[in-house]
């Protein structure tokens, strides 16, 4: 009797264990662990540089590479700026899809003056 109790009780927790393990994920693929971490960010479209208030960061595109920095440099000047939740710590792997989303303003009004 005993033994049948032992087997039982790993069975559940066995069970239990594997239960607890299972994520769903809304768009049907992980990336990454499973975290439901949200990054804020400050996106300014003019001068496509984006910024983390949390960690007082800002990136920005020079050269082909994207930097980071307290500062951004003197050329680039921020405007207006939209908020913008994304699901990563490096906001520029999400770039091409923020920036047809909220493009630049200067095109905006370029093409609202054409039409």
């Not at 007082?56 to 980071?68: D, N």
């Amino acid at each position: 009797m005993k033994f049948k109790l032992v087997i039982f009780t790993f069975a559940t927790s066995g069970l239990l264990g594997l239960a607890g393990c299972y994520v769903e994920h809304p768009h049907g693929y992980a990336r990454g662990p499973a975290l439901n971490a949200a990054y804020t960010y400050e996106y300014y479209p003019d001068a496509e540089v984006y910024y983390e208030p949390q960690r007082h960061v800002y990136y920005w595109s020079e050269g082909g590479a994207w930097r980071s920095g307290a500062r951004v440099p003197q050329n680039l000047v921020l405007r207006s700026s939209v908020r913008v939740d994304l699901d990563s710590p490096e906001p520029y792997k999400h770039h091409d899809e923020v920036r047809a989303k909220y493009p630049h303003q200067q095109q905006e009004e370029e093409h609202e003056q054409k039409h």
